[in-house]
């Protein structure tokens, strides 16, 4: 027997869908602590809970809005409160895979079903009511005062039911299934997360005059300045907007000069839409959104979204926000240089909106539809093309854009992600161009993009969206003649790219300097803002972040949970850092002269001050303001270099900087917040020559040990042992990284990781062949290479007496067949290619010039400047959830090492070099499974390294582009290290 938790039906009994709405009328929040009561299945407590008298004493309670299994209270065992969290019963997560049976519209017998109770008074006089939920997960039946007003599905939308509440004591009644066919429509990439966990509110009603819903229509000619304003509404209203002198009924239309909205210029007209008995407020944005000859345009001019996906997340409260958090975000993305965001894969919090047309940014608001899971039957009963479903599938679509359309933030409507395709998209199109043919749509996952005005993918190569940009692009398999020349027509829209899992993503300049080149696309949406992990506890107290393997539960999405551009804390990663640099609204290029672009949409740069410094790599030599004319959107201007930057002469690097900051505070960020920067070197330390290679020598042996120098070694190894009075060891040839989550592909594919372990890259074998040595020179000669394995690197270094220490120079030949090796079948890449040194325990502060202060790889260094800076060894880690490879700096052009009571190490590049140092060794990285399993060593591991290959986002994405790989060939580097 089923209920109706497994109906496809979308809900009872509730109002039509209307427009999100601040009003003047009574609003009494039911937000609080609620009698809670959590039962194994779909039959809850039973029927006698909705009664007025019933005894709900012993129940628990719980927060409302909050999520049952991210709170702590009596199982559904019985027994002390105990927190759900990393138990089958608590938080799930899963990437694709549906976790219950793929039987639609049916779910298990085991429901967890949480029934609610709250008791709550009325004032006298309050009137006619609706009750309102704004989110509850995934399903919920709704009783008042014993009385049943219904049920619905779609958890991330709001519904309603008229309230007859009465005056005083009222009882509130809700149950909330964990599962229902619902579960069916909601496959998207998340934690399974059930609850009451958006607000809940009691709306009292006027009894005439009562304006249920309203739509503002607000256009803007791009020719004449002028905006078309019309609101419509139910109920005879009138339109004041004070600033433009508006005062007419609803329904007529006004013509008036404007300022249009924008991201970059989010300019709101607030007003207020008045009924005899109600005030709604307005905050009316005029723009136009079209596309014109194929290019996605707002206000005649085009759009670049300079993008994020956003799942709502917080590590404590899962998908319950409060505004302070959803402000949090958007301070975040903006000062990131951020300017669009799609709300993956759900209707927001209709507060994040508002935020949104205050703030400025541009919305592709997706509706609450994935049936991602399908995938595993074939497709085959996929709701979108089943007609059992329709009325689930658009009434979630009838929602979404009622709720909604009144944003002038919002310029896109998503239907779905990942559905596959069915006859219900067809339906889903024609309905929203009725309504709303403001706005166009935009569907990814049809093939034919017969229901999108957009031409979409999601993770192409940087080649492949090159030729996208070009309309040179292939034609997708299975769609017709028509259907592809159609296509071809339509805007490019990258809705996910560069996926941000773990350390990463890398190329997000190179994509950007694709998608800015191309007028057919209109920008991406990198996936995605926030790593979706929990604050957790360790048995034995040590906090960890929680991810979807922690859980013992299959299916799971694993750790693919953690893929954002801020940790789970909001504390911003280095990719963060990197986007921030590849979406600059303002592009500064410093060469001969300085070239200034303003990318902006449609502001000027009237609202920023330009300066520039030069610095060596010692200190700061000069600084000034520079005088740039204001600059219209896509303005360009070159200057001379600034006359006090020329002209300097010394030692060393000497680099120039120029800057644009805001000129005064705005709501997003304080006066002198820097939004772009460019650099060059002006003069560069020159690379010295290498002393010609000596001939071979007998070896001088002394105690086991030869000197050059201040340098001692050991005579049959080879490797340094101190320099000056520094006690080290090594160097190793090193060519393994920790994998980072990039490194292990998706599954099987670009899985490079796999190919490292499998060749034991993390437990290379070291030969030394040969040792000679003569005055003020030694030569080392060996061999590293895997176990097993017929191939290998030949390695020679070559050490010889330097002013203030020594130099080396390290020559590294790939023996062997690294390319198709035998057994395997598979080319080997190495992560690293570089030297290894064990430093004192007692180090502790790295100084350097160079790229910083973050971490940079070569496909994601653009972000960081150059510059002189210093941090601790412990502040050099990036504290990875999970850990993976971090740390590395590249171009740097030298680097000390000091702790207290030992001798400063001096490494110099010729010209530059890459470094990491760890008080812990890369094969423990490696193993690590948290943070806290990596233990202090007792010794410092520095990698001085001729290069690393880059990160990439293959986790979700392409392989790493090969001009980001290590070429194995013949290679030869030098450094100069000296202790002081």
């Known amino acids: 027997m089923t209920g109706y938790w497994e109906s496809t039906e979308p809900g009872a ?164 299934h964990r599962w229902s066919a619902g579960t069916y429509l909601e496959d998207q990439d998340m934690w399974w ?46 339109v004041e907007i004070p600033e433009l002198g508006v005062l007419m009924p609803a329904g007529r239309t006004a013509s008036v000069a404007v300022e249009p909205w924008s991201a970059d210029s989010p300019r709101l007209y607030r007003g207020v839409l008045r009924s005899d008995g109600e005030a709604v407020d307005l905050a009316v944005g005029f723009r136009r959104v079209e596309i014109v000859d194929g290019v996605f345009t707002v206000n005649g001019r085009p759009v670049k979204f300079r993008g994020v996906n956003r799942h709502e997340h917080h590590p404590d409260t899962g998908r319950t926000l409060d505004r302070a958090t959803m402000i949090q975000d958007i301070v975040m993305m903006k000062r990131a240089n ?9 209707p927001p919090h209709p507060e994040f909106l508002r935020l949104c047309d205050e703030y400025g940014l541009w919305v592709v608001v997706e509706c609450d539809l994935e049936t991602h899971g399908f995938i595993y039957a074939g497709w085959d009963g996929n709701p979108p093309a089943d007609p059992a479903w329709r009325d689930a599938v658009m009434d979630r679509l009838h929602r979404t854009v009622e709720r909604d359309k009144n944003h002038p933030s919002v310029v896109i409507w998503s239907l779905a992600n990942e559905s596959w395709t069915g006859e219900t998209f067809g339906e889903m199109e024609r309905w929203l161009r009725e309504r709303d043919p403001s706005r166009p749509v935009v569907y990814e996952r049809d093939p034919s993009y017969r229901n999108s005005d957009f031409y979409s993918l999601m993770y192409p190569s940087l080649d492949l969206l090159e030729q996208i940009g070009r309309h040179e692009e292939p034609t997708p398999a299975g769609i017709s003649a028509d259907e592809d020349a159609r296509r071809r027509a339509l805007p ?86 990197e986007l921030a640099k590849a979406y600059e609204p303002v592009s500064i290029t410093v060469g001969s002269a300085v070239t200034i672009a303003n990318a ?79 650099q060059t070197l002006l003069t560069s330390t020159p690379a010295r020559a290498p002393r010609p290679a000596p001939p071979g020598r007998a070896v001088t042996v002394d105690d086991g040990e030869v000197a050059v120098g201040e340098a001692v070694f050991d005579a049959v190894s080879g490797r340094l042992r101190r320099l000056g009075a520094l006690e080290l060891d090594g160097p190793w040839l090193d060519l393994h990284r920790a994998p980072t989550e990039n490194d292990h592909g998706q599954g099987a594919i670009n899985d490079i990781a796999s190919v490292w372990r499998k060749t034991a890259l993390h437990r290379m074998l070291h030969r030394t062949d040969a040792v000679s040595a003569g005055d003020g020179w030694l030569r080392v000669a060996g061999r590293t290479a895997p176990r097993t394995h017929p191939h290998g690197v030949a390695w020679t270094m070559l050490w010889t007496e330097d002013d203030d220490g020594v130099a080396l120079e390290a020559t590294a030949d790939f023996v062997g067949p690294w390319a198709d090796t035998p057994y395997l079948h598979r080319d080997v890449w190495v992560p690293r290619l570089g030297l290894l040194f064990a430093l004192p325990g007692g180090v502790e502060r790295a100084e350097w010039f160079g790229r910083g202060p973050g971490e940079t790889y070569v496909d994601s260094f653009e972000g960081s400047r150059i510059g002189r800076y210093a941090r601790t060894v412990d502040d050099l880690q990036v504290p990875y959830p999970v850990p993976q490879e971090n740390g590395n700096h590249v171009q740097t052009r030298w680097l000390q090492l000091t702790g207290p009571d030992l001798p400063c190490l001096r490494v110099v590049g010729e010209p530059h070099f890459d470094f990491t140092a760890r008080r812990w060794t890369s094969v423990a990285l490696q193993e690590a499974r948290k943070p806290h399993d990596l233990v202090d060593s007792g010794r410092v591991w520095l990698n001085l390294d001729h290069a690393q290959q880059g990160v990439g986002s293959a986790s979700v994405g392409p392989a790493l582009p090969e001009r980001y790989r290590i070429p194995r060939e013949r290679t030869v580097w030098r450094v100069r290290l000296g202790a002081v």
């Not at 020719?223 to 509404?233: I, M």
């Not at 951020?338 to 759900?346: E, F, G, I, L």
């Open 600 to 678: 902006r949409h449609s502001a000027s740069t009237d609202d920023l001050v330009f300066r520039w410094t030069l610095e060596d790599d010692e200190t700061p030599r000069a600084s000034s303001a520079l005088a740039v004319p204001p600059l219209g959107p896509g303005e360009t201007v070159e200057l001379p270099l600034p006359a006090g930057a020329t002209g300097h002469a010394g030692r060393g690097d000497l680099v120039l900087t120029v800057e644009a900051a805001l000129a005064d505070d705005t709501v997003w960020a304080d006066a002198g917040h820097v939004v772009a920067w460019g």
């Open 492 to 577: 490019f829209l990258l809705i996910e790219y560069a996926h941000a899992m773990g350390n990463g993503p890398g190329s997000l300049s190179d994509y950007w300097r694709i998608l800015s080149t191309h007028d057919r696309i209109c920008g991406g949406f990198v996936w995605e803002w926030i790593d979706h992990g929990y604050n957790a506890v360790a048995d034995d107290g040590t906090p960890f972040v929680m991810h979807g393997e922690d859980v013992d539960y299959e299916p799971s999405g694993r750790r693919f949970c953690l893929d954002g551009l801020v940790f789970s804390d909001r504390t911003p990663t280095p990719g963060l850092v």
């Open 13 to 176: 009994g509730r109002r039509a869908p209307r427009a999100d709405a601040v009003s003047d009328a009574a609003v009494l929040s039911l937000n609080g602590v609620w009698r809670f009561r959590l039962s194994p299945t779909a039959d809850g407590t039973g029927a006698a809970f909705v009664a007025d008298d019933f005894d709900d004493s012993a129940w628990d309670t719980m927060r409302v809005p909050s999520h049952w299994v991210l709170e702590e209270f009596t199982p559904l065992s019985g027994g002390p409160a105990r927190s759900m969290r990393g138990t089958e019963e608590g938080p799930l997560y899963t990437n694709t895979a549906y976790p219950i049976p793929l039987d639609p519209p049916r779910v298990p017998a085991e429901n967890p079903t949480g029934d609610y109770r709250l008791v709550f008074g009325v004032p006298a006089g309050f009137g006619p009511a609706v009750l309102r939920f704004q989110g509850v997960d995934s399903c919920a039946k709704v009783w008042l005062n014993g009385r049943e007003l219904g049920w619905s599905t779609g958890s991330r939308l709001p519904f309603e039911f008229d309230a007859p509440v009465r005056p005083g004591r009222n009882v509130l009644a809700v149950r909330v």
């Open 193 to 238: 997360l059930p609850g009451i966990f958006r607000d809940v509110e009691l709306l009292a009603r006027p009894t005439s005059g009562a304006i249920d819903d309203h739509f503002v229509h607000a256009g803007y000619d791009p020719a004449t300045g002028l905006g078309t304003l019309r609101v419509d509404c139910p109920v005879d209203a009138v």
């Open 338 to 346: 951020v300017d669009a965001v799609r709300t993956s894969h759900y």
